[in-house]
């Protein structure tokens, strides 16, 4: 056997220290399929007398993980601390520029600094690996970097947050609403205290960014992810979409345009949506993830799984390391970064779907004239008036109405919505959700 495989592991939450664990638990069969033992030379986290559950005693202690990141004798360093920004990022900097490989599952800071962490990994020959940063130990980036490296992908739709998917489910089950759901996906532990990553779509919004980076082979582009959460989704819609044979979910969709086969526009979206019962991902349940990659030659494949928990997590996480130990890392978007197209925003304005609108209005004669007007004027013609409902809102001061559209452009729904804006008839925003390959 070779020399051991030395780690320095940054941050000691639930995930730090699973990952101490299972290379504990698990270290004679790794170092049969390493090659060489795996060991942990040195940790760090913000409070050394916290009582962790783990021995930590025969490692160096580092106060500060960029001090980690610095140390002798480290092959690679586990980030798990999080954040974009902050100590996390100045740890993958510091250990980068020394030429020491990166291991992590911080989403937010692949998302968000990935290109510039590829570019100063390639620099200093070294490897950034996050499979962990994306469905947790369900391998969906290995998939995309090694099984379909023969195949051009243009689309990828997935699941990628367990905690709204968890909610929208219960509201299927259940008939309740979305606070009430909520409160009980934090008392189970699927919901952090302030859930608002998770249901406004940005954790979504960050796995997507990696996800269609290195399916596409173009660079990182959080920024340019259009986001639209689960929070104003209630009972009634998920009721509405049941009857009409769909189920809402929050949808991560990126799509590729291309010209002379050269990737040109990418379109990133996070959003509610409603799905046929015949696609692959209106069956996911719970706190599950799954990502749908549309393949030229292998055709739509889907992987599903635990989309979190410190176990999973930890799993990715070591798999990552042991690729290390092996010599077998791979560019962390699957092609160098001088090969990472660079591509334009797509005009989202222009997609078209039926759409799913539901209103809260006054009980007032004319309101339906009004809405259709609205409508009529935006271009959008309704397919089907499928709700008019009993009162609701504060001291019930509207009813609700909810239409099934034709097809038209994004641009036109937000033009009718727009229409709408201050009308004494609208008691609160509409919402509006697509209806997806249909």
């Given amino acids: 056997m070779s020399e051991a495989f030395r780690l320095g592991i940054a941050g000691l939450g639930t995930v730090g220290t699973g990952v101490l664990r299972l290379l504990t638990d698990n270290a004679d069969l790794l170092e049969l399929r390493a090659g060489r033992r795996i060991e942990v030379a040195a940790v ?11 021995d930590l005693a025969p490692y160096t202690w580092c106060d500060d993980p960029v001090e980690l990141a610095q140390l002798d004798g480290l092959d690679a360093v586990v980030e798990v601390i999080g954040g974009s920004d902050g100590p996390a990022l100045a740890l993958a900097q510091g250990a980068l520029g020394r030429g020491r490989s990166i291991v992590t599952a911080n989403k937010a800071m692949v998302a968000e600094h990935g290109f510039a962490l590829a570019q100063a990994a390639q620099d200093n020959d070294a490897a950034l690996l996050f499979e962990a940063a994306v469905c947790a ?4 980036l290995q998939t995309l970097r090694e099984g379909l490296v023969g195949n051009r992908i243009d689309r990828i739709e997935g699941i990628l947050n367990g905690t709204s998917n968890y909610i929208l489910s219960a509201m299927e089950r259940q008939g309740e609403d979305f606070s009430a759901v909520l409160s009980e ?6 919901a952090e205290a302030d ?3 998770d249901v406004g779509g940005g954790d979504a919004a960050h796995k997507l960014a990696i996800l269609a980076a290195l399916a596409f082979g173009v660079r990182p ?8 959460g689960i929070q104003d989704i209630r009972a009634a819609d998920i009721m509405q979409a049941e009857r009409l044979g769909y189920s809402v979910r929050l949808g991560a969709i990126a799509d590729l345009e291309r010209e002379d086969g050269v990737p040109a526009r990418l379109l990133q979206r996070v959003r509610p949506c409603l799905l046929p019962a015949d696609h692959p991902l209106a069956a996911i349940d719970g706190p599950t993830n799954a990502v749908l990659a549309q393949s030229d030659y292998a055709g739509p494949i889907l992987l599903q799984g635990a989309g979190a928990g410190s176990e999973s997590t930890a799993s990715a996480i070591v798999a990552d390391v042991v690729a290390l130990a092996r010599g077998d890392a791979r560019p962390p978007f699957g092609v160098p970064t001088t090969a990472l197209a660079q591509t334009e925003c ?19 004669p004319g309101v339906l004239a009004e809405l259709a007007a609205a409508m009529r004027d935006a271009r959008v013609s309704i397919q089907s008036l499928i709700q008019e409902g009993e009162s609701v809102g504060p001291e019930e001061a509207g009813i609700t109405i909810a239409l099934v559209t034709h097809r038209a452009p994004a641009r036109n729904i937000r033009d009718a919505r727009e229409r709408l804006k201050g009308s004494p008839s609208i008691v609160e925003p509409p919402l509006a959700m697509p209806i997806l390959m249909d």
């Fill in 137 to 140: 130990g369900t391998p969906i």
């Fill in 195 to 197: 859930p608002t990553l």
């Fill in 346 to 364: 797509a005009d989202s304005g222009a997609r078209e779907a039926r759409y799913y609108l539901r209103f809260v209005v006054a009980d007032r």
């Fill in 185 to 190: 996906a934090q008392r189970l532990g699927y």
């Fill in 44 to 54: 760090s986290a913000r409070d050394r007398s916290r009582d962790r559950g783990v």
């Fill in 221 to 228: 582009q959080f920024g340019e992810v259009e986001v639209d």
